[in-house]
């Protein structure tokens, strides 16, 4: 092993460490309201509209509906899978279940971010996060159903929780025969996201 090969190992495991607490400090300083610290975790061109970008419209954006919306809220991060497009971006996948405050009802929530992340100036940022939900509804009322999204004063709605993957169709659009199934080959390493997306587009989500 070269030096050259081995300062890039301890370079990658340092990257995916950092990526990780990248995660970890999101659910933080939402939950505690530190807007300051949250937005920092974005890259600074962050886009938060199709006219607006930069961490201060984010900040804009995350106070009104943060108060709108939720009197507190707490941010439950799981599984995570981080694959690199090269040293300095990368793309993963991180489940989160969430609970919210809001008014008088406290309503559970369990989705997962497609993320995509980039190094700058040394540092791991959030390009973007792209929220896929399954379902939103009230601790006492189990989402059975079609519309799992379900809030308060809201009409329930489909979250984009299975949209990235297109085995979810394909399971169930295609029961098993008799025949003994083939297999197919494993994923190249560090295309384990990439080849179970099957090149589907990202979905487009709505904001409500």
């Not at 954006?61 to 108060?67: A, F, I, N």
Request: with cysteine.
């Amino acid at each position: 092993m070269t030096d050259n090969t081995l300062l890039q190992r301890i370079d990658r495991l340092e990257s995916l460490d950092e990526i990780r607490q990248l995660a970890a400090k999101y659910s933080l300083s939402l939950d505690m309201r530190d807007l300051d610290a949250h937005v920092n975790l974005f890259a600074a061109d962050i886009r938060v509209s199709r006219e607006l970008s930069g961490r201060q419209h984010l900040k804009r954006w995350l106070d009104d509906t943060l108060r709108l919306q939720f009197t507190g809220t707490s941010h439950h991060i799981g599984n995570h899978i981080i694959e690199f497009d090269d040293a300095d971006h990368a793309h993963g996948v991180v489940y989160s279940k969430n609970e919210h405050e809001t008014g008088d009802q406290w309503v559970i929530m369990q989705m997962l971010y497609w993320d995509n992340y980039e190094r700058i100036d040394g540092r791991w940022y959030f390009r973007r996060r792209l929220p896929c939900y399954w379902y939103a509804t009230d601790l006492n009322k189990p989402p059975i159903g079609d519309d799992k999204m379900r809030w308060p004063d809201r009409e329930a709605y489909s979250g984009a929780y299975h949209d990235l993957w297109p085995s979810w169709d394909d399971f169930w659009g295609n029961p098993p025969g008799d025949d003994v199934p083939e297999v197919a080959a494993p994923a190249p390493l560090e295309e384990f996201l990439n080849t179970m997306r099957r090149g589907a587009p990202e979905p487009r989500i709505r904001i409500r």
